[in-house]
């Protein structure tokens, strides 16, 4: 065998949550409980099959014109992909190239790092504080750019404006990416700070607030010169990566801003009122603007939680990690499943 393998590109992935092929109560990987707007869903049953024999529109302009139209954003200043997840690794790509470290928090998204090691890019990550907040001030220092997901996750705990305001302040020599992939549950967007801010990059997604995981739609919103940089990337990697279908669903989900907030209250509402419910079982639950929990147990520990709930068909997250590994990451579904939830976990707990 010759040494090709020492040519070979290592990397450690990315682990996203289970998705079983069966029937369950999936509260793993924070989708929305609720299905896509209908105009979307109506979009999607209408596609016409015989289109796909041409390319689509590498600018997905139906898409970026419906974001333009709900955020006030010129559509030069809004970048699409396949899901946040392909604008984030390409503004990782982009956007950090320095040889400073980038910073981000030690407990977040764990796609951060997995990027920054693929891109082999220099990072430190910045512990939170013990009860799990981040602490602007420790983004102060000199840095090759920020990412900081507002509200974060798991934590689900959100920053107020003004304290982004005063990290993008500190850092106009640095992208400072604000990822805001659960903001519509309740956080504070940071959008109206793009244009003040040339460094500022605010990136969103359909997967959550609008009921689209399985879209894959996501976008970014900053100035100009940012989102040229962005696109400039992408077409340098590959530019056809939305299907037409999807541009229009996407479109048509974006446009649909009362069925977003209905279906975003529905689910605020239920995380509201399950949360006494769970803390009356002994849990702790920190302070969510998200559509889900971060919660431990007084007693029992999170993994024998999450092994005994998925024996009864119940997902939970569970990340055997330094620091985290004795809380769960629950999801917000239904009222229904929330109520099941509340049902084994009682019985869990009163076993144990
Ligand atoms: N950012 C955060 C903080 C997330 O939790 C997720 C969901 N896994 C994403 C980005 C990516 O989501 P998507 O690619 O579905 O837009």
């Not at 899901?83 to 982009?94: N, R």
């Not at 689900?156 to 519509?184: F, H, K, M, Q, T």
Request: charged residues 20%; without cysteine.
């Amino acid at each position: 065998m010759g040494n090709w393998q020492d040519n070979v590109r290592r990397v450690t992935p990315y682990t996203p949550g289970e998705q079983p092929q069966r029937k369950v109560i999936k509260l793993n990987t924070n989708e929305n409980p609720y299905p896509p707007s209908p105009a979307a869903v109506a979009v999607l049953q209408a596609a016409d099959g015989a289109a796909f024999r041409k390319y689509p529109d590498t600018d997905a302009t139906e898409l970026v014109n419906a974001i333009s139209e709900v955020y006030g954003v010129s559509a030069d200043r809004i970048f699409v992909g396949v899901g946040s997840d392909d604008v984030l690794g390409m503004s990782f790509l982009t956007f950090f190239a320095s040889d400073k470290p980038v910073l981000f928090p030690d407990i977040t998204y764990s796609f951060y790092d997995v990027w920054a090691e693929l891109f082999r890019i220099p990072y430190r990550q910045i512990p939170l504080t013990e009860n799990f907040r981040i602490r602007p001030e420790d983004y102060m220092t000199e840095n090759g750019g920020v990412v900081i997901a507002n509200p974060n996750a798991p934590t689900s705990v959100a920053l107020p404006v003004e304290a982004i305001r005063g990290i993008i302040e500190a850092n106009r020599d640095s992208v400072v990416i604000i990822d805001e992939a659960y903001i519509d549950f309740g956080g504070e967007s940071v959008l109206p700070l793009i244009d003040q801010y040339d460094n500022l990059l605010v990136v969103q997604t359909f997967s959550k607030s609008r009921s689209g995981a399985g879209l894959r739609v996501g976008f970014a919103m900053g100035s100009k010169m940012l989102i040229d940089a962005l696109k400039a990337v992408k077409f340098a990697y590959n530019s056809y990566t939305m299907s037409t279908p999807i541009i229009q669903a996407g479109a048509a989900a974006m446009r649909d801003v009362a069925y977003m907030k209905k279906t975003t209250a529905a689910v605020v509402a239920t995380r509201e009122a399950f949360r006494p419910r769970l803390e009356a079982l002994g849990f702790t639950i920190l302070p969510s603007a998200t559509n889900f929990y971060f919660a431990s147990h007084d007693r029992v520990p999170a993994k024998v939680i999450f092994e005994e709930l998925k024996k009864r068909d119940i997902f939970v997250r569970y990340w055997n990690k330094p620091r985290i590994n004795n809380h769960l990451r629950i999801t917000v579904g239904t009222d229904a499943e929330m109520e099941a939830l509340v049902g084994a976990l009682t019985e869990i707990l009163a076993a144990y």
